[in-house]
C-alpha cells in the first residue's frame, strides 16, 4: 500500500478564482491535491483547463480507480462523489446528493483513514452551506492538519464558517496564507 502526503481542499461559490491564486503560489508540493468543488459536469474539463494554466503542478479530473502521485492536482468530476481507499485510490460513485451538492466535500474527507506514513492536511474554502464541515472533523480526528479560509477572502463565508464552528480547524488564513502553509508543510 503505497503511502504519502495527501491534501484535500473543499470549495463552492468563488472557488475557481481563490484555487487560481492560491496554486499561481504554489511551487510542486510533495502531496497529492485533491480538490472537491461544487461543480457540474458540463464544465469540469474548463475548470482543470483554467487551474492548470497557473499551477506548477499537473491538474487533471480523477478517474475511477486513479491513484493519486506526489506533486499531481486532482479535481472531482461534476456530479460525481469520491471515496478515498486507503487514502492512495480513488472511488467514484453516483448517489443522492449529500448538503445538496454532489460531488460532495464531507463524503470525500469522511472516507480518510489514518495514515500509515505520510501527512493530511485539509482545507475548507469558500461556499455557501456546511458542507465539509463534518469532513474536516473527521479528518482532524485522523491526525490531518486543518484549515479555513477567513471571512475577508471568501466569497461566501458560509462553508468556512461552518467548519471553524466545529472547533476542529487549526489555522484560519486569507487565501495567500493558506498557499504559504501548504508551502511550509509540503516542500
Known amino acids: 500500500m503505497p503511502s504519502g502526503n495527501l491534501i484535500i481542499i473543499g470549495s463552492s461559490t468563488g472557488g475557481l478564482k481563490i484555487l487560481e491564486e492560491m496554486f499561481h503560489r504554489l511551487p510542486p508540493l510533495k502531496a497529492a491535491v485533491v480538490i472537491i468543488q461544487h461543480i457540474t459536469p458540463l464544465i469540469d474539463q474548463a475548470f482543470v483547463t483554467s487551474l492548470a494554466r497557473v499551477s506548477s503542478m499537473p491538474v487533471s479530473l480523477i478517474e475511477e480507480g486513479q491513484i ?46 489514518r495514515p500509515n506514513g505520510g501527512r493530511l492536511a485539509g482545507m475548507i474554502l469558500t461556499g455557501m452551506g456546511c458542507d465539509g464541515a463534518a469532513g474536516i472533523a473527521h479528518m482532524k480526528s485522523m491526525g490531518s492538519l486543518t484549515l479555513a479560509q477567513d471571512k475577508n477572502t471568501s466569497v461566501i463565508y458560509g462553508m468556512p464558517k461552518a467548519a471553524a464552528e466545529t472547533g476542529k480547524i487549526d489555522h484560519i488564513l486569507p487565501t495567500e496564507r493558506l498557499a504559504d502553509k501548504l508551502r511550509e508543510l509540503f516542500t
Request: charged share 10%.
Open 68 to 113: 493519486f502521485q506526489p506533486g499531481q492536482v486532482y479535481l472531482a468530476p461534476g456530479g460525481i462523489h469520491v471515496v478515498l481507499v486507503s487514502n492512495f485510490k480513488a472511488h467514484l460513485f453516483y448517489g443522492e446528493r449529500v448538503n445538496s451538492v454532489c460531488p460532495s466535500i464531507d463524503v470525500t474527507m469522511k472516507s480518510v483513514v
